[in-house]
């Protein structure tokens, strides 16, 4: 996830490039109109949904309940 203002950014480029280079599955989320510093201190510009939906597929693969 990384949060773009402009999209043309070095954290942008940066995310792409690395999103390019990753050998296994992934995603590339861009949060629009926002800098990496609101991801700190605006948490209400996070989207939670997405995190929790990522975080439930892949970190629980292969755990025993």
Known sequence: ???????????TMFSVE????????K???VVRSIGHV????R???IPWD????LFNK?????VIR
């Open 18 to 25: 690395a999103c390019k280079l990753a050998f296994e599955s």
């Open 43 to 45: 948490v209400n510009l």
């Open 50 to 53: 997405k995190l929790t939906s």
């Open 1 to 11: 996830m990384v949060g773009s203002v402009p999209e043309t950014s070095k954290a």
């Open 27 to 29: 995603e590339l989320f």
């Open 38 to 41: 609101d991801l700190y201190d």
């Open 58 to 62: 892949h970190l629980t693969q292969g």
